[in-house]
């Protein structure tokens, strides 16, 4: 999918358009020693840049810090947005069932917000001349395009953009009749834990829908550590079974929506660039929790009493990986 991509943004470039390619080098150390980004590094108007927290020269050496956003941006009109990546979560394998994600497209102002979120990130990485990046050229006037009410929210691991948490913790406490959370990796921090509780003992239905099977077995047998005190407080979590779903979205009640690329772990909460798209429209959440029911109608509950008996080996699985939470 990378080289099948890179070829493609190759090749608009070869015909004049100016591209630029932001990527983690964490998460494409494969494409990156594999020599995919070397092969284009003198294709003219294309411009590649990998993300790093770990630079001697900037003195910095910061290995967790990773840039986790997955946005494309088309001639500052069209953006999109959500948790796909381009690797092999992008494709099913011959006979295998595809991954479950979502992903969005964006039209209307709220795509100059994206556009400035690449732009700030490209920066960093690059030093490119501000005035340039932020001319008239690239922030042009959009017409409205909906009725929608959106906001761009960036997040990452200084004081100030810890608001990935936030976002979650308000909108949770907000809510008076549902909230409905679909995430890959469930290790929420202690007060997220407690706004979800809260929120099911003053009655608001609170349903989860996790994977029944993470792509990493650890963080499964962690998150199952969190769950005893929330089926307790009356909040209903469903383990969805294979294939494995990637997506991120969280809906309250039938007024707002919340999408993108952070996960609830502590990962994408306190160490990760991510960026989150808040929607207040009846219609978008109306759809967006279509689409998620139907996840949650082929995913199995978790009953409480049934949890309760589980084995002694389970518990000690949970305890275990429990301990690594604020790691993973």
Known sequence: VGREF?????????????????????GSSHALWGGLFRKYRKTPNLSIAGW?????????LHFNLRNHRKALIVDGRIGFMGGVN??????SS???????????RLLGPVVQELQYSFLRDWHVMTEEDPVQLLSAHHFRRLPEEGPALARVVNSGPSSDLRVAVDVFFNAVNAARHQVLVITPYFLPSEDLLRALRIAAL???QVRLVLPERSNHWYTTWASRAMYEDLLESGVQIFERPAPFIHAKAMTVDDRLAVVGSSNWDFRSL???YETLLTVYDPDFVANLKRMMSEDLHASREVEWPVFKGRSIRERYLENLCGLFAPML
Do not use: C, W
């Not at 890179?6 to 964490?26: H, N, P, Q, W």
């Open 94 to 104: 011959p006979g295998q069932p595809a991954i479950q994600d979502y992903h969005f």
């Open 202 to 204: 003053r009655g608001v």
């Open 6 to 26: 890179m070829a493609a943004v190759a090749e608009r470039a070869r015909a004049g358009v100016r591209v630029r390619v932001l990527y983690d080098r964490f």
């Open 86 to 91: 381009l690797n092999e979560y992008s494709r």
């Open 270 to 272: 306190y160490s990760n």
């Open 52 to 60: 790093t927290q770990s630079n001697l020269f900037r003195k910095q």
